[in-house]
């Protein structure tokens, strides 16, 4: 018995060793920061352009106001930018069923083979920034809003899919196998037994994947796709700042719409 | 009526619906301009691309001290972007909470609003607006990253804060307390945990958002990448996303592991 008697001794000895790894825990923690802050504030930035604070209130001053000669041309891009929106989120959805179905450890048909290779699929689609993705396609197929929505489809793959695999996984197995029994092929258990199981989370994801995209289909215009970050680049070439917050109102504007929509459609739904 | 002929109607039904659909999706596809074959080349496309152009993957360009060096910038700019992040996001979400906020009628409009206008732009239009602002370099970056972050945690934070049992806050409220009293020991013990996880999350989204802001004039890879897209350097450009890729599943795979110990510390 002896051996496993705790005592105070050892506990407390235990415990001090335990705080005293958590003070060097927070002690390097601190370090970084002080590290991070001389790097960055002290050594990268360049105190003598950016001058007093007067001149930054300055330069904070320009954005000022807003343009209202410039706001009629904005609706078309803000319609472009929802509809990019919309595509790219089906686009996705189409494109993240056939890897969803790969990477289900209990529907791949070719076990771990395929399993890995959708696992690598998803985790590229999602690691890859968007602006990435909007780079690569306007290289593959030319400028305009082609490429934003195949960027956004291929971003929105990763998640979406994720989210489908993961519910098939825990899926109910009775009706799965009752249909199994009666003689059912692989589809008939996938659209009889699995799909009507997965349904409401699924639109619930893409309702919240669609409400991202539209966040990310604003800047898709800065690499070369269309929408209103087009028209925020323009803007900011043009030095006109009163545009520039005119246009930032538009986006902001435009999600909160979908944030308002999402919500609703989600409770509707639920 | 029998049934033969409600199937028959459901069917009709059916195919108008989706026709209609197919239509509108035609009709956007007009509208935005979109040629249908180059949309349905777009895959082939894409495919060739990546094999004849981004194909022989220049390696030995991402193990350059310089390239190395900004991965660290990156690394710093995300980390700071965080923590200061994540100090003003808290303040934030504690006034943006509906049921523990100090002052209903401003103070939990101020958080909402602020953390609703920062969640609202997307990260490298920040960069764009601290870069005109501070000028390039990393500064620029840490403030994007630091309004991206305030976006971010704030929402996950305050919906976390008005999910806590209000019960022991009002016992330890009635019990004399002050606010900050109700904070510390009736909320804080309650969203530690979730805290942390959210924490850990942030982190992972801020590093995968500080790899590409610098592709707006804020210090790090992103740089880097904007010079060798803007020189064609394919070979090169297609070693950096792969650097990223690399980078992320290992921030990924850190930040899964810590989350797995705190869950197991706290059971």
């Known amino acids: ?270 | 009526m029998n049934n033969n002929e409600i199937y028959k109607r459901n069917n009709a039904k059916n195919f108008i619906y989706i026709s209609l659909f197919f239509f509108i999706i035609y009709l956007c596809f007009l509208y935005l301009g979109i040629d249908f074959e180059r949309f349905f080349s777009a895959l082939g496309r894409f495919g060739s691309l990546i094999a004849n152009r981004y194909y022989p993957v220049e390696i030995p360009y991402v193990l350059e001290p310089g390239y190395l060096g900004s991965i660290l910038d990156s690394i710093q700019m995300g980390y700071l972007g965080l923590v200061i992040g994540v100090i003003i996001a808290s303040v934030l979400a504690y006034f943006a909470a509906s049921n523990i906020t100090p002052s209903k009628k401003i103070g939990y409009w101020i958080g909402k609003f602020f953390i609703i206008f920062s969640r609202s732009i997307h990260e490298t239009i920040w960069t764009i607006l601290f870069v005109t602002i501070v000028g390039f370099g990393m500064l620029a970056g840490t403030m994007a990253l630091t309004m991206y972050c305030i976006g971010f945690f704030g929402k996950l934070f305050s919906e976390e804060l008005e999910n806590v049992d209000m019960k022991l806050v009002e016992t330890i409220r009635s019990n004399g307390a002050n606010e900050i009293q109700v904070f510390a020991f009736g909320v804080w013990p309650q969203v530690k945990t979730a805290f942390t996880g959210i924490l850990i999350y942030t982190w992972d989204v801020c590093f995968r958002a500080s790899t590409i802001i610098g592709f707006f004039g804020a210090g790090g890879m992103g740089w880097y990448l904007k010079r060798n897209v803007l020189q064609l350097e394919y070979a090169r450009t297609s070693a950096i996303i792969l650097s990223i890729i690399v980078l992320v599943i290992f921030s990924e795979a850190l930040s899964a592991y810590m989350r797995d110990k705190i869950y197991k510390e706290t059971q």
């Open chain 1, 1 to 270: 018995m002896s051996g496993y008697q705790l005592t105070i001794d050892d506990y407390s000895k235990q415990n001090s060793s335990k705080i005293l790894k958590k003070i060097i825990f927070y002690i390097l923690l601190i370090i970084i920061i002080f590290l991070s802050v001389y790097f960055i504030i002290i050594l990268d930035t360049d105190w003598h352009r950016i001058g007093s604070g007067a001149s930054i209130l300055k330069q904070l001053s320009y954005f000022i106001g807003l343009d209202v000669k410039i706001m009629p041309h904005l609706i078309l891009p803000a319609f472009e930018t929802f509809l990019m929106a919309c595509l790219g989120t089906m686009l996705g959805l189409i494109l993240s069923l056939p890897v969803a179905w790969l990477g289900a450890k209990n529907v791949t048909p070719l076990g771990a083979v395929s399993f890995g290779f959708a696992r690598m699929l998803m985790t590229i689609s999602r690691s890859v920034h968007e602006i990435i993705w909007a780079l690569i396609f306007v290289g593959a197929v030319g400028l305009g809003a082609l490429p934003g929505i195949l960027a956004l489809a291929f971003r929105s793959v990763g998640f979406i899919s994720k989210i489908i695999s993961e519910n098939i996984e825990g899926a109910d197995k009775k009706p799965i196998e009752a249909i199994k029994a009666a003689g059912g092929s692989g589809f008939d258990v996938m659209y009889y037994g699995i799909i009507p199981q997965i349904l409401p989370t699924v639109i619930g994801t893409i309702i919240f994947e669609w409400d991202i995209n539209i966040r990310r289909s604003a800047v898709m215009g800065l690499v070369g796709a269309g929408g209103l970050g087009l028209a925020f680049f323009r803007q900011m070439h043009m030095s006109n700042y009163p545009g520039v917050t005119t246009v930032i109102l538009f986006i902001v504007g435009l999600i909160v719409i979908g944030e308002i929509l999402s919500h609703y459609l989600r409770k509707k739904i639920i």
